[in-house]
């Protein structure tokens, strides 16, 4: 099984980390926001619950008109403290699978990153072709309003993107 | 005034600079509508003063009231709505500062602190416990399969019963069930997996506590791996206690306020930055709103004003038909009526000075043409009118006045007439003296006035005065007429008549005696001696009967001058009757010279009397002198026949020639007096004239006649 690793730091070298990784029928991605714990500990420490909200695009870049949106991918991940036994219960929308932690550390690991994301079938992909993966993440504190206007003026906490192609 | 939407502008802009949301805030979309709202208020108020500041022409009637009425109700709202913000939000503030007290906080604090302490107390009971049953044999031999199943459920129900624990589980390594005792309740058909938290602890070999939740029920759970020998984990013991529902129900509603308190402390500038965005979004809204309602209001109110100043600029242009509209019932509809009552009496008398003023262009072009047509009938007029004012002065006087009387250039209007009638027109100012003075209106007198020819003329001049009621002017008015010819018509007339009446008287005893003496000459010639004498004295008497019988025929004929009766006349025939009348005297030449066509319209006998009377009267001048000539000789001309009789006589003495063609006027001895008068009144008759063209060297008569008849006068 050949594995293509392509990293490559996101053009606001400040918001995070991007790479991303071909096996032979899957693109990952892994993406890591540079944000302080800061942002994160006070407010988990004092039981509100937080979530990060990860926007991935994948679309072909085109010169002459709009690039061509291939996948449109959303994960959201949730923290919910539990200040009774000091531990955070942490599930992945895409997998709904949740895990308690009692690390704060571990909690923030989970909100601030994603390892290894399936984000769409290789065939999907043409040999040559300029694509662009763009990743834009959204932290919510208090969960995640259901509002339709709640995103439109909630600004991205970070904002990646990378150029490819399919070798 | 025109900075004023400017600087509200600028103000604006710099609290929008000042609310501006900060990028790490999280103040939702209110922000950005304020935001949004302001710049929009701001963009109009700028727009609306820079064109306040471009329009430099008068602006329209009433927006300056507009904006101005706008502008203070909106600084009125203003001031309140911003001090009431201000207020409210140092009480919100406040209102947080003791929300968010310390005291607050270390309660909520020591209260979580409890409900920790009591689920780490619940855990550590069970942790204690566990370490136990860590190295039990019995529970070793039972997952070693050294023990029978009853054995085994036996043993962990003494567990369950000694430990108050409501579950007990026995697990081998391979996560396999080996025996479970539930306390209270049935157990499960099928045991449910391990979880990771099992494996962790049956990996580490490590007792471990959790907690979890069933149905709305929380319990704790623990792991504690049994180990057999040193180190080797043969085994793993589950078991579960429920945690009381009350002290779970208060820990948990502890937990629950104080996440809501750290939540709240946590957006507590994000409340206090929405409390001001609502407010300022309250304040815009009404702001805008009482813009709008102000902009109506004094649209509603400034529109009369605006009206009534477009209708005032109409009327001052001219344009008097506007009307406004009298809809409100308040001072302003008053004022509009008033306008209109204005505006409508305005138009009344224009109108009715327009009207005077075409009446008085009418009387004036009445009075011109007036005047024009009695300058052209002055003028036309063989009258003399002399229009005298008042005090004297001559105010007109026509041509006629000047030709008739040959008045010298001193006579002019403003000249005073009893200064320049002086000479011959003495009579003309003492006319005028009597006129004045009389008491009668009217004054008529006829006058001799010398003329500087030598000519006298009789004139009949009317007067009367000009007092007519109504009439400004006052004076008098001369009318004179030259009557000469009138006059010497009217003596011929008396002339004629008495001619006629003495012919008539003296014609009737004539024809008697003529033949009287006739009959005596015939009868008793032989019967007197002296036949010599009486054949003279007969013959005196017939000759002088003869004689008094063409005197009479003569008075006659001047007296009853036949009309003449007009024909086409060849000139040459008459020349020729003449010819064949006189050629017997060889004195005497006719030239017959006109061609045949050439004629003359007359009356041929009567102008063959004429020139018969002409042609004797030189044949007589010239009677004594052989050597002498008679001349008759006829010019064409194109509208008239002349008749030229010349003769080398001894002509006519000069006192007797002005005479020459007045009635009874002779220097023959044995003339009437009546021959060359009545040659004039046949040349008058005919329209043409006798005159005397030369008295001597030639004496020189000239008959003159027109070509075509002369035009009959409608008399």
Known sequence: ?167 | MRFIPLLMALGLLGLTALLWPKAQGDVGMLAWVNMGLMLGLSLLLIQYGIRLLRNRAEPRPGSRLRAKLVIVMIALLLVPAMTIQMAASQMVDRGMDVWFDVRVDTLLDRALKLAQGFYERVEQNMKRNLLDYISDATLAAAVSGHMDYRSINAYLGDISRTEGWQRVELFDTNERLISSVQMGELGALQARPLNNTARVSMHLGRVVTELESHDGREVAVGYAPLIGGATSVLGLLRVETQLPAGVIQNARAVEADYRNYRQLEHNRQKISATFTHVMLFMTLVVVLLTGLVALLFARRLTAPIGDLANALRRVTEGDLDVVISESPRDELGSLGRSFNKMSLRLKQNVEAIEQAQRDLTRALDNTRQRQYVLESLLANLHTGVVLVDGQGRVRLLNQAVRDILHLPEDWKPSANILQVSHGNLRDIGAFYDELSHQQEELLQREFDIALPEGKTLHVLARGARLSASGAEFSGYLLVIDDISELAEAERNKAWAEVARRLAHEIKNPLTPIKLSAERLQRRFRSQVDNTEVFDVCTKAIIDQVDRLLRLITDFSTLARMPQPKLREVPVKTLLQDMHELFHSYARVSVAITPDDDVACRCDPDQIRQVLINLMDNAVAATGKNETCAVRLYASIAETAVEWHVEDDGEGIQPDAAPKLFEAYYSTKVNGSGLGLAIARRIAEDHGGELTLLSAANPTHFCLKLPRSAPAKEKT
């Open chain 1, 1 to 167: 099984m050949s594995v293509i690793m392509l990293s490559a730091q996101a053009p606001a070298a400040e918001s995070g980390a991007l790479q991303i990784r071909f096996d032979q029928k899957v693109l990952y991605c892994a993406a890591r926001i540079a944000i302080n714990n800061k942002a994160f500990s006070p407010t988990m420490k004092d039981g509100v619950a937080m979530a990060t909200e990860w926007r991935i695009k994948v679309s072909r870049l085109r010169r002459y008109w709009l690039n061509e949106d291939i996948a449109d991918i959303t994960v959201t991940r949730h923290a919910r403290p539990d200040l009774l036994t000091r531990s955070w219960l942490l599930t992945e929308s895409s997998s709904d699978i949740s895990r308690r932690v009692y690390r704060l550390q571990d909690a923030i690991q989970f909100l601030s990153g994603l390892d290894d994301f399936p984000v769409l079938d290789r065939s999907l992909l043409k040999k040559n072709m300029p694509y662009r993966i763009t990743v834009s993440v959204q932290i919510h504190s208090e969960g995640i309003s259901e509002a339709w206007w709640a995103g439109l003026w909630q600004p991205a906490a970070a904002a990646m993107q990378q150029d490819f192609s399919l070798p």
